[in-house]
T-cell receptor
Framework: DTAVSQTPKYLVTQMGNDKSIKCEQN?????MYWYKQDSKKFLKIMFS???????INETVPNRFSPKSPDKAHLNLHINSLELGDSAVYFC????????????FGPGTRLTVT | AQSVSQHNHHVILSEAASLELGCNYS??????LFWYVQYPGQHLQLLLK??????LVKGIKGFEAEFIKSKFSFNLRKPSVQWSDTAEYFC???????????FGKGTKLSVKP
Protein backbone atom coordinates (compact mmCIF):
# COMPACT_ATOMS: atom_id res chain seq x y z
CA ASP A 1 0.00 0.00 0.00
CA THR A 2 1.26 3.45 -0.90
CA ALA A 3 1.88 5.46 2.25
CA VAL A 4 1.66 8.94 0.72
CA SER A 5 -0.01 9.28 -2.65
CA GLN A 6 -0.46 12.25 -4.93
CA THR A 7 -2.56 12.84 -8.00
CA PRO A 8 -1.92 13.64 -10.71
CA LYS A 9 1.67 12.62 -11.32
CA TYR A 10 2.00 14.98 -14.27
CA LEU A 11 0.08 18.16 -14.92
CA VAL A 12 0.51 20.30 -18.01
CA THR A 13 -1.56 23.43 -18.23
CA GLN A 14 -1.59 26.94 -19.62
CA MET A 15 -0.91 30.18 -17.88
CA GLY A 16 -3.89 31.66 -16.12
CA ASN A 17 -5.60 28.34 -15.42
CA ASP A 18 -6.56 27.04 -11.99
CA LYS A 19 -5.48 23.56 -10.95
CA SER A 20 -5.47 21.29 -7.92
CA ILE A 21 -3.14 18.59 -6.70
CA LYS A 22 -4.41 16.01 -4.26
CA CYS A 23 -2.51 14.27 -1.50
CA GLU A 24 -3.53 11.43 0.77
CA GLN A 25 -1.64 9.57 3.46
CA ASN A 26 -2.64 6.32 5.11
CA UNK A 27 -0.01 6.38 7.85
CA UNK A 28 -2.26 7.90 10.50
CA UNK A 29 -0.03 10.95 10.72
CA UNK A 30 -1.30 14.22 12.09
CA UNK A 31 0.95 16.57 10.14
CA MET A 32 1.13 17.05 6.40
CA TYR A 33 3.26 19.28 4.22
CA TRP A 34 3.67 20.66 0.75
CA TYR A 35 7.13 21.21 -0.67
CA LYS A 36 8.18 22.76 -3.97
CA GLN A 37 11.23 21.46 -5.83
CA ASP A 38 12.47 23.84 -8.47
CA SER A 39 14.40 23.10 -11.64
CA LYS A 40 17.66 23.12 -9.70
CA LYS A 41 16.30 20.45 -7.37
CA PHE A 42 16.06 22.85 -4.44
CA LEU A 43 13.34 21.80 -2.01
CA LYS A 44 11.45 24.34 0.01
CA ILE A 45 8.59 24.03 2.45
CA MET A 46 5.39 25.76 1.37
CA PHE A 47 2.79 24.74 3.92
CA SER A 48 2.36 22.55 6.94
CA UNK A 49 -0.91 21.38 8.43
CA UNK A 50 -1.42 19.71 11.78
CA UNK A 51 -4.79 18.08 12.36
CA UNK A 52 -6.36 20.17 9.61
CA UNK A 53 -4.96 23.44 10.95
CA UNK A 54 -2.41 25.55 9.14
CA UNK A 55 0.88 25.63 11.03
CA ILE A 56 3.39 26.94 8.52
CA ASN A 57 2.77 29.24 5.62
CA GLU A 58 6.05 30.24 4.10
CA THR A 59 6.38 33.11 1.69
CA VAL A 60 4.09 31.68 -0.92
CA PRO A 61 1.86 33.74 -3.21
CA ASN A 62 -1.74 33.73 -2.10
CA ARG A 63 -2.61 32.11 -5.42
CA PHE A 64 -1.63 28.92 -3.61
CA SER A 65 -4.24 27.70 -1.16
CA PRO A 66 -3.99 24.44 0.76
CA LYS A 67 -7.13 22.66 1.80
CA SER A 68 -7.30 19.91 4.40
CA PRO A 69 -10.73 18.24 4.53
CA ASP A 70 -9.45 15.76 7.11
CA LYS A 71 -6.11 14.88 8.60
CA ALA A 72 -5.41 12.25 5.94
CA HIS A 73 -5.73 14.68 3.05
CA LEU A 74 -3.98 17.89 2.11
CA ASN A 75 -4.82 19.29 -1.29
CA LEU A 76 -3.11 22.18 -3.02
CA HIS A 77 -5.10 24.54 -5.18
CA ILE A 78 -3.33 27.00 -7.44
CA ASN A 79 -5.08 29.94 -9.06
CA SER A 80 -3.96 31.91 -12.10
CA LEU A 81 -0.99 29.71 -12.85
CA GLU A 82 2.24 31.40 -13.93
CA LEU A 83 5.28 30.10 -15.78
CA GLY A 84 7.31 30.28 -12.57
CA ASP A 85 4.99 27.80 -10.90
CA SER A 86 6.48 25.03 -13.02
CA ALA A 87 8.13 22.66 -10.58
CA VAL A 88 7.71 19.33 -8.85
CA TYR A 89 5.42 19.53 -5.84
CA PHE A 90 5.87 16.98 -3.08
CA CYS A 91 3.44 16.16 -0.36
CA UNK A 92 4.76 14.68 2.87
CA UNK A 93 3.48 13.59 6.25
CA UNK A 94 4.85 12.93 9.70
CA UNK A 95 3.75 12.29 13.22
CA UNK A 96 2.45 15.29 15.12
CA UNK A 97 4.61 18.32 15.54
CA UNK A 98 7.03 17.70 12.72
CA UNK A 99 9.87 16.58 14.96
CA UNK A 100 9.83 13.28 13.22
CA UNK A 101 10.92 11.92 9.90
CA UNK A 102 8.75 12.85 7.01
CA UNK A 103 7.41 10.48 4.42
CA PHE A 104 7.18 11.86 0.92
CA GLY A 105 4.77 11.26 -1.88
CA PRO A 106 5.89 10.55 -5.45
CA GLY A 107 5.61 14.17 -6.52
CA THR A 108 3.54 16.01 -9.10
CA ARG A 109 5.41 17.56 -12.00
CA LEU A 110 3.59 20.74 -12.94
CA THR A 111 4.42 22.35 -16.27
CA VAL A 112 2.89 25.70 -17.09
CA THR A 113 3.06 26.72 -20.75
CA ALA B 1 17.40 31.65 10.39
CA GLN B 2 18.22 28.01 9.95
CA SER B 3 20.16 26.95 6.89
CA VAL B 4 21.80 23.84 5.52
CA SER B 5 24.88 23.85 3.31
CA GLN B 6 25.96 20.98 1.14
CA HIS B 7 29.43 21.59 -0.13
CA ASN B 8 29.45 19.44 -3.21
CA HIS B 9 27.12 20.15 -6.08
CA HIS B 10 28.10 17.15 -8.20
CA VAL B 11 30.30 14.24 -7.23
CA ILE B 12 31.49 11.69 -9.77
CA LEU B 13 32.96 8.43 -8.54
CA SER B 14 33.85 5.05 -9.92
CA GLU B 15 32.28 1.95 -8.44
CA ALA B 16 33.92 0.75 -5.22
CA ALA B 17 35.23 4.22 -4.40
CA SER B 18 34.51 5.65 -0.98
CA LEU B 19 32.02 8.46 -0.58
CA GLU B 20 31.76 11.37 1.78
CA LEU B 21 29.23 14.13 1.26
CA GLY B 22 29.50 17.20 3.41
CA CYS B 23 26.63 18.85 5.24
CA ASN B 24 26.74 21.78 7.63
CA TYR B 25 23.82 23.47 9.30
CA SER B 26 23.29 26.64 11.20
CA UNK B 27 20.96 26.48 14.15
CA UNK B 28 21.74 27.03 17.80
CA UNK B 29 19.14 24.78 19.37
CA UNK B 30 18.35 21.10 19.40
CA UNK B 31 18.04 19.70 15.93
CA UNK B 32 17.13 16.49 14.22
CA LEU B 33 19.20 15.68 11.17
CA PHE B 34 18.35 13.67 8.11
CA TRP B 35 19.74 12.46 4.86
CA TYR B 36 17.28 11.79 2.08
CA VAL B 37 17.98 10.26 -1.31
CA GLN B 38 16.13 10.90 -4.54
CA TYR B 39 16.75 8.36 -7.28
CA PRO B 40 16.16 9.60 -10.83
CA GLY B 41 12.49 10.28 -11.36
CA GLN B 42 11.49 9.14 -7.90
CA HIS B 43 10.40 10.65 -4.63
CA LEU B 44 12.54 11.31 -1.60
CA GLN B 45 13.39 8.38 0.63
CA LEU B 46 14.92 8.52 4.06
CA LEU B 47 18.47 7.17 4.21
CA LEU B 48 19.14 7.82 7.86
CA LYS B 49 18.37 10.18 10.71
CA UNK B 50 19.87 11.48 13.91
CA UNK B 51 17.73 12.51 16.83
CA UNK B 52 19.96 11.86 19.86
CA UNK B 53 22.39 9.34 21.30
CA UNK B 54 25.26 7.78 19.37
CA UNK B 55 26.44 10.43 16.91
CA LEU B 56 27.38 7.77 14.37
CA VAL B 57 24.20 6.60 12.74
CA LYS B 58 23.75 3.82 10.27
CA GLY B 59 21.14 3.88 7.58
CA ILE B 60 19.94 1.77 4.74
CA LYS B 61 22.06 0.50 1.86
CA GLY B 62 25.33 0.72 3.77
CA PHE B 63 25.21 4.47 4.37
CA GLU B 64 26.24 6.07 7.63
CA ALA B 65 26.57 9.61 8.91
CA GLU B 66 28.36 11.24 11.79
CA PHE B 67 26.96 14.12 13.79
CA ILE B 68 29.69 16.43 15.06
CA LYS B 69 27.99 19.02 17.19
CA SER B 70 31.03 21.27 17.56
CA LYS B 71 31.32 21.53 13.81
CA PHE B 72 27.58 21.70 13.10
CA SER B 73 28.16 18.93 10.62
CA PHE B 74 26.39 15.76 9.58
CA ASN B 75 28.45 14.20 6.80
CA LEU B 76 27.25 11.18 4.88
CA ARG B 77 29.60 8.31 4.13
CA LYS B 78 29.68 5.02 2.33
CA PRO B 79 32.82 2.88 2.11
CA SER B 80 32.16 1.50 -1.36
CA VAL B 81 29.62 2.97 -3.76
CA GLN B 82 27.71 1.11 -6.43
CA TRP B 83 26.30 2.23 -9.74
CA SER B 84 22.84 2.01 -8.19
CA ASP B 85 23.77 4.75 -5.72
CA THR B 86 23.55 7.28 -8.53
CA ALA B 87 21.03 9.78 -7.19
CA GLU B 88 20.55 13.19 -5.61
CA TYR B 89 21.31 13.36 -1.90
CA PHE B 90 19.73 15.90 0.40
CA CYS B 91 20.73 16.82 3.89
CA UNK B 92 17.96 18.29 6.04
CA UNK B 93 17.57 19.72 9.49
CA UNK B 94 14.44 19.88 11.57
CA UNK B 95 14.52 22.38 14.35
CA UNK B 96 12.57 25.18 15.90
CA UNK B 97 9.08 25.18 17.27
CA UNK B 98 7.41 24.28 14.02
CA UNK B 99 9.81 21.50 13.10
CA UNK B 100 9.63 21.91 9.35
CA UNK B 101 12.47 20.42 7.33
CA UNK B 102 15.07 22.77 5.96
CA PHE B 103 16.87 21.17 3.04
CA GLY B 104 20.29 21.72 1.59
CA LYS B 105 20.55 22.28 -2.14
CA GLY B 106 21.41 18.66 -2.73
CA THR B 107 24.44 16.81 -4.08
CA LYS B 108 24.19 14.88 -7.27
CA LEU B 109 26.16 11.65 -7.13
CA SER B 110 27.10 9.93 -10.36
CA VAL B 111 28.72 6.52 -10.08
CA LYS B 112 30.49 5.19 -13.15
CA PRO B 113 30.25 1.43 -13.65
Amino acid sequence: DTAVSQTPKYLVTQMGNDKSIKCEQNLGHDTMYWYKQDSKKFLKIMFSYNNKELIINETVPNRFSPKSPDKAHLNLHINSLELGDSAVYFCASSQEGGWHEQYFGPGTRLTVT
Amino acid sequence: AQSVSQHNHHVILSEAASLELGCNYSYGGTVNLFWYVQYPGQHLQLLLKYFSGDPLVKGIKGFEAEFIKSKFSFNLRKPSVQWSDTAEYFCAVNGGSQGNLIFGKGTKLSVKP
